[in-house]
């Protein structure tokens, strides 16, 4: 199966644009997370959504939203960027059930730079 | 807020050697997991411990977990260059409606020196 796809790679905004991440997840899996990698604050979840459903969100601003399809692929969005949105955004996928249910495949990651 | 926390921040070894890195975290969870990250790339799923169990086995890795301690280690044994990396541990911790939540730890970075 291919694994978890993320575009675009790399993004260059300035503060006060908006944008969006798209993640593919692995065929077959119905829950995509989102996490931001940042130096100071180290991994920290973003938000979950299963079955185009956002069922859990992590401690971020309201600027933080995103969205999933009927065929599972989730984008997130940022808007009125701020310097400190610098960060690795990661996507990770999961079966979210049988035995597997609770193991996160994840992507390469979107690198987005705030100037 | 950082669940778990690695121990120590930063490790360097030669190859061959065995390295071990230990997690702490706070609360009750469902299971352990353990990722590896090359470099600012996305992270690899490495083992998965649940809470009800004491160790397990993967290759040249092996997870141990103490839930009256709140704490994990995980060893790597017979080190090669190409396991220079940083690895995390994460707490699964449920949240209710069938939703889990991952929450990492800052990460031990391992340098394997050929």
Known sequence: KAGVTQTPRYLIKTRGQQVTLSCSPISGHRSVSWYQQTPGQGLQFLFEYFSETQRNKGNFPGRFSGRQFSNSRSEMNVSTLELGDSALYLCASSPATGLAADTQYFGPGTRLTVL | ?114
Not at chain 2, 28 to 47: A, D, E, F
Not at chain 2, 54 to 70: C, I
Not at chain 2, 88 to 106: D, E, M, N, R, V
């Open chain 2, 1 to 114: 807020s950082q669940q778990g926390e690695e121990d120590p921040q930063a490790l360097s070894i030669q190859e061959g050697e065995n390295a071990t890195m230990n997690c702490s975290y706070k609360t009750s969870i469902n299971n352990l997991q353990w990722y590896r990250q090359n470099s600012g790339r996305g992270l690899v799923h490495l083992i998965l411990i649940r809470s009800n169990e004491r160790e397990k086995h993967s290759g040249r890795l092996r997870v141990t977990l103490d839930t009256s301690k709140k704490s994990s280690s995980l060893l790597i044994t017979a080190s090669r260059a190409a396991d220079t990396a940083s690895y995390f541990c994460a707490t699964l911790l449920g949240t209710g409606a069938g939703s889990y939540q991952l929450t990492f730890g800052k990460g031990t970075k391992l340098s394997v020196i050929p």
